[in-house]
T-cell receptor
Framework: SAVISQKPSRDICQRGTSLTIQCQVD?????MFWYRQQPGQSLTLIAT?????????ESGFVIDKFPISRPNLTFSTLTVSNMSPEDSSIYLC?????????????????FGSGTQLSVL | AQKITQTQPGMFVQEKEAVTLDCTYD???????LFWYKQPSSGEMIFLIY??????QNATEGRYSLNFQKARKSANLVISASQLGDSAMYFC????????????FGSGTKLNVKP
């Protein structure tokens, strides 16, 4: 199976600063997503990273706060801007690999190792 | 309404015993996929098992099996012969054929395996 590399794995940041998280996949993928997991919570989708165009954000998430880039089919970044302690979470890059079949529902979501962010 | 419901926030099981983690889902799509993921304390999300809505047989992957009851809209994960390394959070997820850009996740179940 392909490798999904996410970095940094963890960081401790000061309030008001920004952090950029990188996600690199060693093969082309059809979809890339960014999730947030607040402490003790489930996963919340932040946005779908679209190759060559603006990301599609979920309700409650905006581009100014979470700018996303996806310059090609194997790489994406998520920036957490103007951080506050409420942004302390695990951020997860996830991808879907093309199955080559007609049905999409069997395509599995695979995750990077996550970025544990703590904001002081 | 919640797309995925996991009603067990925490579960305990004795090592070597079997355990069932519950998951119910809500969809009007005929085509959908159901997934289970494991999240150890390290934070990574590990894919465990997949069940398609049209699959007639329950999915199995080693010690993991999925008890799929379509009429009840349930997709319970069964872990046989529990091991200490199975202690983790477990998430049920669904992908709908009508909106395959989204994966819906449940709130998770924390499994503790006791020696």
């Amino acid at each position: 199976s392909a490798v999904i590399s996410q970095k940094p794995s963890r960081d401790i940041c000061q309030r008001g600063t920004s952090l950029t998280i990188q996600c690199q996949v060693d093969s082309q993928v059809t979809m890339m997503f960014w999730y947030r997991q607040q402490p003790g919570q489930s996963l919340t989708l932040i946005a779908t990273a679209n190759q060559g165009s603006e990301a599609t954000y979920e309700s409650g998430f905006v581009i100014d706060k979470f700018p996303i880039s996806r310059p090609n089919l194997t790489f994406s970044t998520l920036t957490v801007s103007n951080m506050s302690p409420e942004d302390s979470s695990i951020y997860l890059c996830s991808v879907v690999f093309p199955s080559g079949l007609n049905t999409a529902t069997n395509e599995k979501l695979f995750f990077g190792s996550g970025t544990q962010l703590s904001v002081l | 309404a919640q797309k995925i419901t996991q009603t067990q926030p925490g579960m305990f099981v004795q090592e070597k015993e079997a355990v069932t983690l519950d998951c119910t889902y809500d969809t009007s799509d005929q085509s959908y996929g159901l997934f289970w993921y494991k999240q150890p304390s390290s934070g990574e999300m590990i894919f465990l098992i997949y069940q398609g809505s049209y699959d007639e047989q329950n999915a199995t992957e080693g010690r993991y099996s999925l008890n799929f009851q379509k009429a009840r809209k349930s997709a319970n994960l069964v872990i046989s012969a529990s091991q200490l390394g199975d202690s983790a959070m477990y998430f049920c997820a669904m992908r709908e054929g009508g909106n395959f850009n989204k994966f819906y996740f449940g709130s998770g179940t924390k499994l503790n395996v006791k020696p």
